[in-house]
Each structure stands twice: as C-alpha cells, then as structure tokens.
C-alpha cells in the first residue's frame, strides 16, 4: 500500500478540516439516515424517487468523510513561530506586482481546503504558490501559463492574520 502524500497545514486549515469532519460524521450523517427512514416509509423502493436521492447523498456524505479522514491522517501542521517571517511559506501574505501590466496582487497562503482564488487565498500546491514559496521581498518568481511564463516582484512578506 502506497503512502498518502503528506500536506502542509496551518493551525487553523487542519481545523476546518476536523471541523467539517465532525459536522458530517455527528450530524449530516444522522439527518441523512432519517431522510432514507423517511423515504422509505413511503413503499415501493423501486420507484422512490426520495429515497435514490437519500442514497445518493448517503454515498456522498461517506465519500467526503473518508476524504477528510485521508487528509487529516496525513496533515503536517506548520509551525508558524518557527518559520522566518521574511520568507513566503504556508501562512504567509504576499504583495506581488505582475511585471508585464505592473498590476498589484496580494495573496494569502493556505492549505488546499482554505482555496478562494477570489479572494487572494491560494495554495501551496498552486503554480502562483509554488513560485512564491521560498521567495523574499525584492525576489523574482515565474511561473508558467498556457500563454507562458508570468513574471512576478515579490514587494512584501508578512504572516497572514488570523
């Protein structure tokens, strides 16, 4: 059996995660299995809409459960109090200005499951993100598009505020 691949986490990213976890194992999983009573008291299986759909989210709750189980199973937190400050790593935030439009960018660096693109937080894992990593102020990173190479100037790194 193949080892999982081991995924770097904040605090507060593997939190989520057990958080969701437990909201799916304590109570998704509790209202779905009285959706499929509910479903079934309503007679012939075969031609209950209700209950294929109560069964269907069941398969997708346990889906998701077993996911998260993986994923927490192989978490590494980040020491935050242990990392350099100057340098982008998981939980820092980046101001960037993209060379070829001079546009300034700010992004946050997060877990995999804290991703919102719209909103600056991107992953470790990302093309930006693996430019950035490593990167201080005044540093030059690139990372390939379809369209080619997109240059960035890191301007500043900081800890991102919880």
């Known amino acids: 059996m193949s080892k999982a691949k081991q995924m770097l986490y904040t605090k507060e990213g593997l939190k989520e995660l057990t958080d969701e976890l437990s909201y799916l194992k304590n109570t998704k999983r509790k209202e779905n299995l009285e959706a499929i009573a509910v479903a079934k008291s309503f007679g012939d299986l ?6 294929d759909a109560a069964r269907n989210e069941q398969a997708q709750i346990e889906a998701k459960i077993k996911e998260l189980e993986e ?5 590494v937190v980040v020491d935050e109090d242990a990392i350099d400050a100057g340098v982008v790593s998981m939980g820092s935030h980046v101001k960037v200005i993209i060379e070829s439009t001079g546009a300034e960018k700010e992004y946050s660096i997060v877990a995999p499951n804290q991703v919102a693109p719209m909103q600056g937080l991107i992953s470790d894992q990302s093309p930006v993100g693996k430019a950035l990593i490593g990167a201080r102020a005044g540093d030059e990173v690139s990372f390939e598009v379809p369209s080619g190479a997109v240059r960035m100037k890191v301007v500043e790194v900081s800890r991102s505020k919880s």
């Open 71 to 75: 994923m927490i199973a192989n978490a």
């Open 46 to 51: 075969s031609e209950n809409a209700e209950y």
